[in-house]
C-alpha cells in the first residue's frame, strides 16, 4: 500500500513561515500527481496546494496564492509546502494526498487515493 507521512508542523507566530513535508512510499511517486489539503476545526477539507507529476504545473486557491509554494523531489519521493507571511487562518490540520489517476479534478478531496494522517499547523499572534 502506498504510504504518505507529513512532518513539519507546528506553532508559528502570524507572518513567519513554516515548511511541510511528505514523503511517501510503497509506490510510484513520480506518476501520481499529489496535493494538500487542510481542514479546521468545524469546516470542510479544502484544497491548498496541487502540482504535477513532473512539477512542472501547479495549482493554488486564491486564499494562498503568492505566500504558498509546493514542490516536488522525485528522486526522494518526497513533495513539500513551504508556507510564508502566515495567518491566522491558516490554522488548520495539513494533509498530503496522492492522485494515482488522472481526472482534472484536482481540487476536490475525493478524486485523491491516498491520504497522510495529517500534521498539526497553529498561527498564533
Known amino acids: 500500500q502506498v504510504q504518505l507521512v507529513e512532518s513539519g508542523g507546528g506553532l508559528v507566530q502570524a507572518g513567519g513561515s513554516l515548511r511541510l513535508s511528505c514523503a511517501a512510499s510503497?509506490?510510484?511517486?513520480?506518476?501520481?500527481?499529489m496535493g494538500w489539503f487542510r481542514q479546521a476545526p468545524g469546516k470542510e477539507r479544502d484544497i491548498v496546494a496541487h502540482?504535477?507529476?513532473?512539477?512542472?504545473?501547479?495549482y493554488y486557491p486564491d486564499s494562498v496564492k503568492g505566500r504558498f509554494t509546493i514542490s516536488r523531489d522525485n528522486a526522494k519521493n518526497t513533495v513539500y509546502l513551504q508556507m510564508n507571511s502566515l495567518k491566522l487562518e491558516d490554522t488548520a490540520v495539513y494533509y498530503c494526498?496522492?492522485?494515482?489517476?488522472?481526472?482534472?479534478?484536482?481540487?476536490?478531496?475525493?478524486?485523491?487515493?491516498?491520504w497522510g494522517q495529517g500534521t498539526q499547523v497553529t498561527v498564533s499572534s
Open positions: 494526498a496522492a492522485d494515482a489517476h488522472y481526472s482534472g479534478s484536482y481540487s476536490r478531496p475525493y478524486v485523491y487515493d491516498y
Open positions: 510503497g509506490g510510484a511517486f513520480s506518476s501520481y500527481h
Open positions: 502540482i504535477s507529476r513532473s512539477g512542472g504545473i501547479s
